[in-house]
């Protein structure tokens, strides 16, 4: 970091009170050092990344950072604020706040910037020194790294170590003689980005490690790779911690070992508690020897990657969402692309495509119509894997690995017997349901190697095709054909508020879990498309450009209302929104979210019932304005947008209206981050 940060990219005396006037405050010491060469852009890139996942830490730290093509090399800048700002952090605003630059695609650089940053803030002598410093020069020291050794006289008692330094190897036995041998853990840390909680999560639980006499190794799987534990280390550890939000990579080399399984922000926030947990499980003789363990299952007392407990007080209902959404997020490309050659090939060939013969027996270079059954049928294919597809990865999120094939079985079995995307969610369910069972079982140790590969597939695709084909699934393809006849059937009133209800729901939490579910009930219809499923599907595309689009339009009529950040979002919202992209309004919802979502939904709603109302169809999944060829009525149907666009648009503008101006230099005034609310990006 030493050509990082110099005396010039710190203030002490931070007077910004939201946390967009804190980024442009430091984010302008960079442009004045030549070190950003667009002010406005690079701001918009910041406030983008902040969109995505707010960057307040516990203990008073905000690390706002992005990659950025308007950052000459890489930057950090630090800014200390008396009255503390919001970033998002569960225990209260920030009083110290890193901004760090990148340049786009640096992404060893922007890792090393955080990842140094990220253990250091773990350190509370770190931060006390930069809270107690009244020099710019020392607090840029700090950063590079430069902090003279201490000369404090020795505590007497201590043996010459602070309270927070390293404790020692060996512990004195009971009653005096030798030393007791120290606990021993092994510890993997991951997160999504693998860059900030990555490396605080290690070095969290390397600081509590010292403090509680115990000797620990952390494996960081961040996103530049990792360093894999030596297998000696681990096989002499007593005990092993996982704190990560991704699959832990070769997680086969802890079986057999005591384990504790938490997200990433557990082992920052927990990790004194994670170690005296994974201690007492030790004590308690709660792990099963390796070769007890099937090598791909959880450990014993722990969970599979989607299936962690995480947080205390995460409930069953949190887990039942993150497997649900584990299926639709491995269903959406499928259905993305499946569903827009499907769509192409109507475009292309007509509405008769789907009776041409196949392609591998006829097709003729020089015509349209082959090519467009080839798009048809290719589409048709990949179509075909999305009730499998949703259930495999249920099961995966369920059971892990194992649950793959009893997952995508049981969705075959699904389509076999007509019972639709309800079936692929049960199927999903049942078969993790049943790997998680027969990996609980004890089996002979001839069985043991080949548990993963033979006899949990075996085990559980037969259990899933029997309870699907002879138990389950007549009665859920019997509901799932009452659903689409029900879909057929509507008109008039109960269409109109079929199309409100998923209006507000595609516009709730801009590509969020309700917004899923919303968007998998109408690609769930196109599997079995009927008249009523193909209006569904336009109703829920119809209400899903709205957000982006009204924002955009907002801008544009009432720039002196949005920062110059946001009007740059917005120009870019007009092409997200035209392309069905709801995700393009996160950043005005996540810093307005009071007047933005409320405003948003209210045109979502008129749109889809608008939309219902007019009986448009649409055959495709996504595509947004570009697929306006495959939709039926479709001026009626752009004029819903329309309307839907102009209202959520008018209504934003009212109750910014109402606010008044941003504060000067482009920053919103502080009512607008005053009550925040978490949005799902």
């Not at 007509?350 to 059954?373: L, M, N, T």
């Not at 499998?388 to 059971?399: D, T």
């Not at 801009?510 to 499923?533: E, H, I, M, Q």
């Not at 009432?558 to 740059?568: I, S």
């Amino acid at each position: 970091m030493s050509d990082m940060i110099t005396a010039d990219l710190v203030d002490l005396d931070l007077a910004a009170r939201t946390k967009q006037a804190a980024a442009r405050s430091l984010a302008e010491r960079m442009v004045a050092l030549g070190r950003v060469t667009d002010l406005d852009g690079f701001l918009a890139d910041v406030e983008a990344r902040e969109a995505q996942m707010p960057t307040g830490l516990d203990g008073g730290i905000g690390i706002p950072h992005c990659r950025s093509a308007h950052v000459v090399e890489p930057t950090l800048a630090f800014g200390r604020a008396a009255h503390g700002i919001d970033f998002g952090a569960a225990d209260g605003p920030a009083d110290l706040v890193f901004l760090i630059a990148a340049p786009a695609g640096a992404d060893d650089a922007h890792l090393a910037i955080l990842s140094s940053l990220a253990r250091s803030l773990t350190d509370p002598d770190f931060t006390a020194a930069l809270r107690a410093t009244t020099s710019a020069t020392a607090a840029a020291a700090l950063l590079r790294g430069e902090k003279p050794p201490q000369a404090e006289p020795e505590v007497p008692g201590t043996g010459g170590e602070s309270a927070g330094g390293p404790a020692s190897e060996t512990t004195a036995a009971p009653g005096g003689g030798a030393p007791a041998e120290p606990f021993r853990i092994v510890a993997v840390t991951s997160c999504p980005t693998g860059i900030a909680h990555t490396y605080m999560a290690a070095q969290a639980l390397e600081q509590a490690g010292r403090d509680a006499g115990v000797e620990i190794s952390v494996e960081t799987q961040g996103s530049a790779g990792f360093t894999r534990l030596d297998p000696a280390v681990v096989a002499a550890a007593d005990g092993v911690i996982l704190a990560h939000d991704v699959p832990v990579r070769d997680r086969e080399r802890f079986a057999g070992k005591p384990t504790v399984d938490v997200g990433v922000k557990a082992g920052v926030n927990r990790a004194a508690d994670l170690i005296a947990e994974v201690r007492a499980k030790a004590a308690r003789g709660e792990a099963t020897a390796p070769e007890d363990q099937d090598a791909t299952a959880p450990a014993p007392g722990t969970a599979a990657p989607v299936d962690r407990g995480g947080e205390p007080g995460e409930g069953y209902g949190a887990r039942l969402r993150a497997w649900l959404m584990s299926g639709v997020g491995y269903m959406v490309p499928f259905v993305a692309a499946g569903g827009l050659l499907m769509a192409l090939g109507f475009a292309v060939g007509g509405w008769d495509i789907d009776k041409a013969p196949s392609v591998a027996e006829h097709f003729a270079w020089g015509q349209a119509d082959s090519w467009a059954a080839l798009m048809f049928q290719t589409g048709g294919l990949a179509f075909q894997f999305l009730v499998p597809v949703l259930a495999g990865y249920i099961a995966y999120g369920m059971a892990d690995r194992p649950g793959l094939v009893p997952g995508f079985v049981g969705g075959a079995v699904a389509l076999t017997i007509d019972a639709g995307f309800l079936g692929g969610l049960a199927a999903g369910l049942l078969a993790g349901a049943v790997v998680r069972g027969v990996q609980r079982l004890r089996v002979p140790s001839a069985l043991r190697g080949i548990m993963p590969v033979v006899v949990i597939p075996l085990v559980a695709s037969a259990v899933v095709g029997f309870l699907m084909f002879l138990v389950v699934g007549k009665p859920i393809a019997a509901l799932q054909g009452a659903l689409t006849d029900w879909l057929a059937g509507l008109t008039g009133a109960n269409a109109v508020l079929l199309g409100a209800l998923l209006g507000l729901m595609m516009c709730f939490d801009l590509g969020g879990p309700v917004n899923k579910v919303a968007y998998a009930f109408a690609v769930g219809g196109l599997t079995t498309p009927t008249d009523g499923s193909l209006k569904v599907m336009a109703a829920v595309m119809a209400a899903g450009m709205v957000p982006p689009l009204a924002m955009a339009l907002a801008t544009t009529v009432r720039a002196r209302l949005f920062t110059r950040a946001e009007r740059e979002n917005g120009k870019a919202a007009w092409v997200l929104g035209a392309s069905f992209i709801s995700e393009g309004a996160i950043p005005f919802a996540a810093a307005d979210p009071l007047r933005v979502i409320p405003s948003v939904m209210a045109g979502g709603a008129v749109t889809g019932a608008l939309s219902m109302a007019f009986e448009a169809t649409l055959r495709a999944p996504h595509g947004g304005v570009f697929v306006v060829p495959l939709i039926g009525n479709p001026f009626p149907y752009l004029a819903a947008v329309l309307v839907g666009t102009v209202l959520s648009a008018a209504l934003v503008i009212a109750l910014k209206s109402h606010r008044g101006r941003p504060a000067a230099g482009g920053d919103p005034s502080p009512s607008a981050t005053d009550h925040k609310v978490a949005v799902t990006a």
